[in-house]
């Protein structure tokens, strides 16, 4: 497309001198040029044309003057829009006066035209330039409200509140996402299989940002879709049947790793499947804690036919237990120190943690301890738990 150039001049030969040295670029619809006799006539262009972008003009003209008109093209706060001013040769207050109020350069006259071409075809660069970063600029602000639409569904698919059935199943739950980026991979879900057996789970995709969170959408659909209901199969033939379907056409070599339980809420037995995930953690109603033990567990989507073992363990009364992803105890501080598991286990044995009830004021006092720990560091992962409280039947 060509740059369409304002050219203000109240000398009529100027027309033809310029039409005449650019004629190739012209011809080539490299340039466009436009032609006022003054600044009032100029600014009737300027609104006439709002394709316009570069202007040349005279500084000493009749009716309004090139600084007068300078002014006006500044009201218009267009930083496309960039103006080469002429003047006399050694009229240094007016030129001076006109880089003052945003003229991009300048040539004196006799023209040299050798160093209008020159003093024209940089400043076109220029505003190339800026005209591509105003692309980029638009697409990245159009990208970003993408991905916060984006947010918002992935946010939507996640529980927002348990529902009355659980806690009336005596099952005090609560879990959260707090995310490094826009989306991401993590995971969560929650919901009463039939009267007696809740499901729980949380799971964690490779990688991050968008194929993380399409992938984590994918999974949680998925486990949704096993686990909804009892229908006769174990809970280590549900994992199969999920990981057969992640594992189709995984072109992109994404793995989750998961921890998938299934809880009796009538004896507080808690069958679970370990895929390859962070070991959580039992807080004991003495105020003991343990980590349920890794048991060999491949994470979802490396072997379709991967055979998923079962486990199983007890929470009593007024016991505790806490899920999350490695975004926990990865995470890192300026000074280059890890959360770690240790630091965690101690928080909710000794720490801060150990003073919390209810399953959300354990997750509420680990997030502030993460992010005072962090810092001003960048959070370069998901931070994601799920904590339960039995409270017994």
Do not use: W
Not at 273 to 295: C, F, Q
Request: glycine share 6%; hydrophobic share 40%.
């Amino acid at each position: 497309m060509a740059i369409r150039i304002l050219s203000v001049d109240d000398e009529q030969d100027m027309e033809m001198l310029i039409l005449q040295l650019f004629r190739k670029q012209i011809r080539d619809k490299k340039y466009e040029f436009v032609f006022a006799n003054n600044g009032v006539e100029a600014l009737q262009k300027l609104e006439e044309s709002d394709d316009i972008t570069l202007i040349l003009s005279d500084i000493n003209m009749p009716g309004m003057d090139g600084l007068t008109f300078l002014s006006k093209i500044n009201e218009k706060q267009n930083p496309l829009l960039k103006a080469i001013m002429v003047s006399a040769y050694g009229d240094m207050d007016n030129i001076r006066t006109a880089m003052n109020r945003g003229a991009f350069d300048f040539v004196t006259k006799p023209v040299n035209f050798e160093d209008l071409e020159i003093t024209i075809s940089k400043t076109v660069e220029h505003i190339e330039m800026l005209t591509s970063l105003e692309r980029g600029r638009e697409q990245l602000i159009a990208i970003q409200n993408d991905l916060s639409v984006a947010r918002e569904i992935q946010m939507s698919m996640l529980p927002k509140t348990v529902p009355a059935n659980i806690g009336k199943a005596g099952v005090d739950l609560h879990a959260f996402i707090h995310p490094a980026k826009a989306v991401g991979g993590d995971l969560y879900d929650y919901f009463m299989m039939d009267s007696e057996h809740l499901f729980f789970m949380i799971g964690d995709v490779s990688d991050k940002g968008v194929p993380a969170a399409l992938f984590m959408a994918i999974c949680k659909a998925i486990f949704k879709s096993q686990f909804s209901n009892r229908n006769g199969d174990s809970i280590c033939e549900k994992v199969k049947i999920v990981n057969q379907f992640l594992s189709e056409d995984n072109s992109t070599y994404m793995f989750v790793t998961a921890f998938v339980c299934i809880m009796n809420v009538k004896t507080g037995v808690v069958e679970y499947v370990d895929a390859g995930h962070e070991p959580p953690i039992v807080i004991r109603a003495d105020g003991s804690t343990e980590l349920i033990p890794k048991l060999g567990g491949m994470a979802l989507c490396f072997d379709p036919s991967f055979e998923y073992e079962s486990h199983s363990f007890t929470l009593n009364k007024d016991d505790k237990f806490v899920l999350y992803t490695d975004g926990v105890t990865d995470a890192n501080n300026l000074a280059g120190s890890r959360y770690g598991l240790h630091f965690l286990q101690d928080f909710f044995t000794t720490g801060e943690g150990s003073t919390k009830e209810s399953a959300k004021e354990m997750n509420e006092s680990t997030l502030e301890s993460l992010i005072e720990f962090i810092g001003a560091a960048n959070q370069f992962d998901d931070i994601t738990m799920l904590s339960l409280r039995y409270l017994g039947n």
